[in-house]
């Protein structure tokens, strides 16, 4: 059974910086790939960033330059360094695993494995 758990979430400043983590446990999938992706209060879940288990990486626009996600496979732990934090990132911050994945696109709906969520907030 596939478990995600999301940790590092927190309150910080405009312009700070927190990393989040992911730890996976329960999956053997050689290929697949692993996700953030946030939602605020009254918006849709978007993607943040992605990363393949050959080590491709994407990223959302709004966070290019200033977030970066990684990967420990041997800790099988996904993280996500987030930087010069602005308002507008405050969401509930979600990791995502898609089994079996050839390439990631940052679409929720391929994802079939998702965390509860840790909560990011910025404040001015």
């Known amino acids: 059974q596939v478990q995600l758990v999301e940790s590092g979430g927190g309150s910080v400043q405009a312009g700070g910086s927190l990393r989040l983590s992911c730890a996976a446990s329960?999956?053997?999938?050689?290929?697949?790939?692993m996700g953030w992706f946030r939602q605020a209060p009254g918006k849709e879940r978007e993607g943040v960033a992605a990363?393949?288990?050959?080590?491709?990486?994407s990223y959302a626009d709004s966070v290019k330059g200033r977030f970066t996600i990684s990967q420990d496979n041997d800790k099988n732990t996904l993280y996500l360094q987030m930087n010069s934090l602005k308002p507008e990132d405050t969401a509930m911050y979600y990791c995502a695993l898609e089994a079996k994945s050839w390439y990631c696109l940052l679409r929720s709906t391929r994802f079939g494995y998702w965390g509860q969520g840790t909560q990011v907030t910025v404040s001015e």
């Open positions: 329960g999956y053997t999938y050689s290929t697949y790939c």
């Open positions: 990363i393949h288990s050959r080590g491709s990486t």
